[in-house]
């Protein structure tokens, strides 16, 4: 149980165009979906938290209008990296949180998807 | 500042000892406490979760909580060389949905 997906798991872009990353709770209902980025050898950083049906809510440094996120129902939530440039290349974990047989307050990750922008 | 500290490792055992990896945490209010692994070049995983003072057991882990000295801890027995990874310490605080985390903790398991 608690499985969360990801979509792609891996995306080559040129400079300047947008990349959409999906993330889906197969088996349960996420009410909080979290994204993270994780550049190599350092530490997961959040990026914002969404809930579902509301605005997502940004760390601070984060751009809202180049990550724009999506929280539309309760099994998916998309990130859109747009007018992507090099600098963002980096690892893209989504998590959930969520209702049902599982604890609210845990955190089930997703497989992440790795974005290289050339 | 909420903060949750790690020794960054790495830590190395021999295949078959006890690995026992530690966290601390700045907030007093902190109610939920998790482990995670994560694999190089991969998402992290869960391994438990632990909300009570005490030990929980699961499987070869054992998560050990102390609420008093804010000490949260990880044994994994009969350790692995798949069991190489880096250990996440992750903390709930009181009235937060995030996730604070910890730096991690690199175990090395040597055959």
């Known amino acids: 149980g608690a499985v969360v997906s990801q979509h792609p798991s891996r995306v080559i872009c040129k400079s300047g165009t947008s990349v959409k990353i999906e993330c889906r709770s197969l088996d349960f209902q996420a009410t909080t979906m979290f994204w993270y980025r994780q550049f190599p050898k350092q530490s997961l950083m959040l990026m914002a938290t969404s809930n579902e049906g509301s605005k997502a809510t940004y760390e601070q440094g984060v751009e809202k209008d180049k990550f724009l996120i999506n929280h539309a129902s309760l099994t998916l939530s998309t990130l859109t990296v747009t007018s992507a440039h090099p600098e963002d290349s980096s690892f893209y974990i989504c998590?959930?949180?969520?209702?049902?047989?599982?604890?609210?307050?845990?955190?089930?990750f997703g497989p992440g998807t790795r974005l290289t922008v050339l | 500042q909420k903060e949750v500290e790690q020794n960054s490792g790495p830590l190395s055992v021999p295949e078959g000892a006890i690995a026992s990896l530690n966290c601390t945490y700045s907030?007093?209010?902190?109610?939920?406490f998790f482990w995670y692994r994560q694999y190089s070049g991969k998402s992290p995983e869960l391994i438990m979760s632990i909300y009570s003072n005490g030990d929980k057991e699961d499987g070869r882990f054992t998560a050990q909580l102390n609420k008093a000295s804010q000490y949260v801890s990880l044994l994994i027995r009969d350790s692995q060389p798949s069991d190489s990874a880096t250990y996440l310490c992750?903390?709930?605080?009181?009235?937060?949905?995030?996730?604070?985390f910890g730096k991690g903790t690199m175990l090395l398991v040597s055959p």
């Open positions: 907030d007093r209010v902190s109610q939920s």
């Open positions: 992750a903390v709930n605080m009181l009235g937060y949905s995030t996730l604070t």
């Open positions: 998590s959930a949180s969520g209702t049902g047989d599982f604890d609210s307050d845990t955190q089930y």
